[in-house]
C-alpha cells in the first residue's frame, strides 16, 4: 500500500542554521505530496505541497521538490527561526481511491536561540 | 469561515463510559476523516468518510462508531472507553480528491484521558 517515511526526530538546530527533513514515499501512480506542520498544541495546518514531478512547493521560507526519480520531497529552510520549532508531516494524497491523506509519523523540530 | 471545529477541547472519562466526539465543518467539503496521535506513533486513520451516508474504516477502527447524517458534521462515538483509547483526536475534512481539491485541514483537537 501506500506510505510515507520520514526522517526520526527529535531534531535540534541554532537559529539560522540550515534544516532539511528528509521524506520518501511509496505509492502507486502520481500523489499529490504534501508537508504539514503543527505547533504546540494546536492542530496540522498546510506548511506547503505539489502536485506533480518537479513542482517546486514553499512558503515561509520552507520548500520542498518532487522528486519523482528518487520518490522524495525533502523539506528544507536555509534559517530557522525559533518560531519553527514544531511537528512536521509529510503527507501523500492518491487519486485512486477514497482513502484520506497518508501520513509519515512526524519530526519534531527545536530551534535554539 | 469557521473550518473545521471539534468539542469539547478536553474531556476526561472512567473506563467503561461512551461520549461522542463532535466534528463540524462549513466548507461543504464530502470528504471527512478522524485521525488520532500518539506519541510516537504519527496520525492513525480511525474511520472516513466520503459524502453523508456513507463511511468506512481506517487503520484503527475498534472501539469507536462513526456515522455521517449530513455533509457538515462527522461524530465519532467511544463506545466503551479504555485507557488505550487516551489520545489527540484530529478531524479532518476536504472537497475532493483532484489536485486542486485533496488539500486536507484539521480541526484543533480533542485531548482524550481514559482513566
Known amino acids: 500500500g501506500d506510505s510515507v517515511t520520514q526522517m526520526e526526530g527529535p531534531v535540534t538546530l541554532s537559529e539560522e542554521a540550515f534544516l532539511t527533513i528528509n521524506c520518501t514515499y511509496t505509492?502507486?501512480?502520481?500523489?499529490?505530496l504534501f508537508w504539514y506542520v503543527q505547533y504546540p498544541g494546536e492542530g496540522l495546518q498546510l506548511l506547503l505541497k505539489?502536485?506533480?514531478?518537479?513542482d517546486k512547493g514553499s512558503n515561509k521560507g520552507f520548500e520542498a521538490t518532487y522528486r519523482k526519480e528518487t520518490t522524495s520531497f525533502h523539506l528544507e529552510k536555509g534559517s530557522v527561526q525559533v518560531s519553527d520549532s514544531a511537528v512536521y508531516f509529510c503527507?501523500?494524497?492518491?487519486?485512486?481511491?477514497?482513502?484520506?491523506?497518508?501520513f509519515g509519523k512526524g519530526t519534531r523540530l527545536s530551534v535554539i536561540a | 469561515n469557521a473550518g473545521v471545529t471539534q468539542t469539547p477541547k478536553f474531556q476526561v472519562l472512567k473506563t467503561g463510559q461512551s461520549m461522542t466526539l463532535q466534528c463540524a465543518q462549513d466548507?461543504?467539503?464530502?470528504?471527512m476523516s478522524w485521525y488520532r496521535q500518539d506519541p510516537g506513533m504519527g496520525l492513525r486513520l480511525i474511520h472516513y468518510?466520503?459524502?453523508?451516508?456513507?463511511?468506512d474504516q481506517g487503520e484503527v477502527p475498534n472501539g469507536y462508531n462513526v456515522s455521517r447524517s449530513t455533509t457538515e458534521d462527522f461524530p465519532l462515538r467511544l463506545l466503551s472507553a479504555a485507557p488505550s483509547q487516551t489520545s489527540v483526536y484530529f478531524c479532518?475534512?476536504?472537497?475532493?480528491?483532484?489536485?486542486?481539491?485533496?488539500?486536507?485541514?484539521f480541526g484543533p483537537g480533542t485531548r482524550l484521558t481514559v482513566l
Open positions: 505509492a502507486t501512480g502520481y500523489p499529490s
Open positions: 503527507a501523500l494524497s492518491t487519486y485512486s481511491g477514497n482513502t484520506p491523506l497518508v
Open positions: 466548507m461543504n467539503h464530502e470528504y
Open positions: 468518510s466520503v459524502g453523508a451516508g456513507i463511511t
Open positions: 505539489a502536485t506533480k514531478a518537479d
Open positions: 479532518a475534512s476536504r472537497s475532493g480528491t483532484g489536485a486542486g481539491t485533496d488539500t486536507q485541514y
